[in-house]
């Protein structure tokens, strides 16, 4: 008896990748008109929408008109819709975002009659860790998916557990989600073909039913998929349509023999497409800051905000998980696409950023004007350096930050702005025309704080919060009109701010809760001692007590760290060509690596005693480009300067590193070098909820060189060198496991290549995407290295993650009142917040704390 056969009908369905996303919907509604048409005309007929409601959504708001019958057939079960949101990429993307994706497809699917309990992942260039628990935790117990299982996997299913110990049983989609299309392409052969493709892949199944995924890219099935499976049928080997959630459910054994734990990232049967942790950086970059500040939003909003601000963060949510799909911030789509990708982003960014700081504008009601309020949105206590703009302090005094408590910190000013904003001369009878640019009090966003009216002289004194009582538009009107009658012919007009200036300022702020300051000017002729060991630079050195740094002569940096580790050579570039793609990296036959720069330079920025900086600026001559013979670098070269800022800070463990340069060069790959005190044969990076250990290998077999580039979201870690990440990132361990490698910048010209010398096959079209290349741009990166014997675990670099991209909330006090702040009296007060809880509109602020509050 042949083995039955289950087929089951669905597409796979970019929303946005070598057309942009309108352009998809188009076809998607066409698609998407005919499964319903199809369904409903022939009873056997089932579909699966892909795993992920934004087909759906995308679909109903287009024809609003048939949601009725799209929820029809959820009921009757002959259409499966969820459970994701998007099919994302997991790797480019936060756990909270991966979360967030699972619930608010879910509840999408709700609406429609309930998604499908399947962890559908057909697509993704590879797994987390921590799937398994993600799915599990939701009520999920099965999860298909195609690409970066392991050769250890012989059968169809395996199970799949996380290193919670968590698990799920995964169908393994060995041939990918279109294996049954092969078997359609004759109708009237069906029956023959599946034979012929049960027979060769016969050890898989066992006696399982053979399954046929009978779908593909942005096309609906042939309508007449069911009857030409009847027909075939007919000759004798059984064949059942159905979603992929009867599949599971009804023709599956529960039983499988094999288990793998952890990521899945092996290429043996299927390309996991590497290239793309690194190109279009600014994609990355753009996920990490809309991820940290709806993070930000929601905790702010739910602690100190009494308003509901929650659809805000629906949409915020919903534009960001919208962009983690599989082909938009990877960054593999045409020029146009990834524009939108990034304006998405940026309005969830704006999104959030509109209800974090309407939130914070709530307690910064009870600080006085003259001071600042910082929230923590860490749920530890932090002592934090933030810059201010305040104003600078009488010639012969220091200026001192006071705390709530009354405690008094030193203040180490960064930079003093110019007092002359303006020095106009002109007739009388054009002051009028200045005039007009006073709205109510407010002059070149400054406010009015007094006026000095002489004969041939008006000057305005500026302030950020004026002293001198109410001000008159009118009267100055008609005071200036009087002035220019009575002495006609040239005035001058004077606008000059007090003097301000930007101050770095100590704060300690609890887990989770606000803390107020104010800074003003003290008699003494220098601040107070800080709590810490003051940070230190040199010509060559910087310093803090914790950590040292010592530029070499060569631009690069030796590190040592709290227990006296030292990391020599730190941040040395390595530039090489690059002949690939936007999936997959390929270095030119006879590429030029250039390392050493031409010219180097080192100046002081920061002497302390808060923060000390150092700018080393490195010149390079990198090829402008591949030549015509694309396994050669041209000959041309254009000389680049890479600036790095060193800097530490006092009491912080580590030494933060920003380097920044402007972009000439295309087809090419920058790498940010962390030698090792001695070779390891294992890396570890955080991201998604776990740490995951990898060797210097991976796994090849299929059509893709399995190059040993690897994902880290917030660190990544070898022997002695940890370093923090702004965003997520590409590594490499190179040399052996001796050395640490970066990419900056990965700058190439086509989505896919056809020839392609590290994988077999086209990933997509060859459209030119000069936008990836990154020309004319600036491209800037920060992160933290941290040199520690004991490895990632004993750095704590869990947690040093976390405060290194997570800056504490500051914004001026709103309350009309200055004065000193104090616990008691004219000033403020402050204690934690610790409840996660949204107050009502109505009710009063929570109990378990109170914000900074005016005596």
Partial sequence: MPNPAVFVPHFHWDREWYEPFQVFRHRLVAALDTVLETAETDPDFRFTVDGQMAAVEDYLEMRPENRARVAALVAEGRLAVGPWLILLDEFLCSGETIVRNLRMGWAAAAELGGAMPIGYLPDM???????????????????????????????????????????????????????GLDVLLVPDRIGRALGDYAEMTAERWGTDPVLAMAGTDHNAPDPQLASWLRQAAAEGRPITIATLDEYLRKHVRDEVSATVTGELRSHVRGNILPGVLSVRLGLKQRMAVAERTIDHAERVNAQWSRRDDSPFLDLAWHKIIESTAHDSVV?????????????????????ARAVRDAALAEPAELVPSDGHLVANPLPFDRSVLVEVDVMAPPEG?????????????????????????????????????????????????????????????????????PTAGPFDLLILRREVAEAAAQHPGEWRVLTLEEARATAL????????????????????????????????????????????????????????????TVLYGVGRLVDGGDRGDSYNYAPPAHDVLVAEPSEIAVEVVENGPLRARLRVTRVYAWPTALSDDRDVRAERIVPTPVETLVEVRAGEPFVRVSTSFLNQSADHRLRFHVPLPEPVATSASAGQFAVTERGLTAEGGWGEYPLPTFPAESFVSAGAATVLLDHSSEYELVGDGSELAVTL????????????????????????????????????????????????????????AEEFRNDVLVTRGRHPRGGNCRPTGPGCASTARTSSSRPSAESPTPSTGRAPRCG
């Fill in 331 to 351: 960054g593999s789509g045409t020029d146009e696409t990834c524009d939108q990708v990034a304006a998405r982003l940026a309005e969830a960014a704006q999104t």
């Fill in 745 to 800: 910048l990965r700058a190439i010209g086509s989505i896919s290549v056809n020839i392609h010398p590290l994988r077999d096959e086209p990933a997509a079209s060859e459209i030119p995407v000069p936008g990836a290349q990154d020309l004319g741009m600036r491209i800037e990166n920060r992160f933290a290295v941290v040199p520690s014997a004991t490895g990632w675990r004993g750095a704590d670099a869990v947690a040093l």
């Fill in 505 to 564: 300022v100590p704060v300690h702020v609890p887990a989770s809760g606000l803390a107020s300051f104010r800074v003003g000017p003290t008699e003494a002729a220098t601040p107070a001692v800080p709590s810490h060991t003051p940070a230190r630079a040199t010509d060559r050195t910087l310093s803090n007590g914790l950590v040292e740094v010592a530029v070499a002569a060569d631009g690069t940096l030796d590190l040592t760290g709290p227990d006296g």
């Fill in 125 to 179: 260039f590879g797994h987390v860790a921590q799937m398994p628990q993600i799915l599990a935790r939701a009520g999920i117990e099965h999860a298909a998916l195609w690409r970066g299982v392991p050769g250890s996997v012989d059968g169809h299913a395996f199970t799949w557990r996380a290193p919670d110990g968590s698990q799920v049983r995964t169908e393994f989609l060995f041939d990918g989600y279109d294996n």
């Fill in 397 to 465: 005094t220091a200026l001192v930050a006071t705390a709530a408590d009354g405690t008094t910190a030193p203040v180490q000013l960064i930079s003093e702005a110019p007092t002359v904003l303006s020095d106009e001369r002109m007739d009388a009878s054009q002051l009028e025309r200045v005039l007009r640019r006073i709205h109510r009090r407010e002059l070149f966003g400054r406010q009015i704080d007094h006026y000095e009216l002489t004969p041939g002289a008006l000057v305005f004194h500026l302030a950020e919060v």
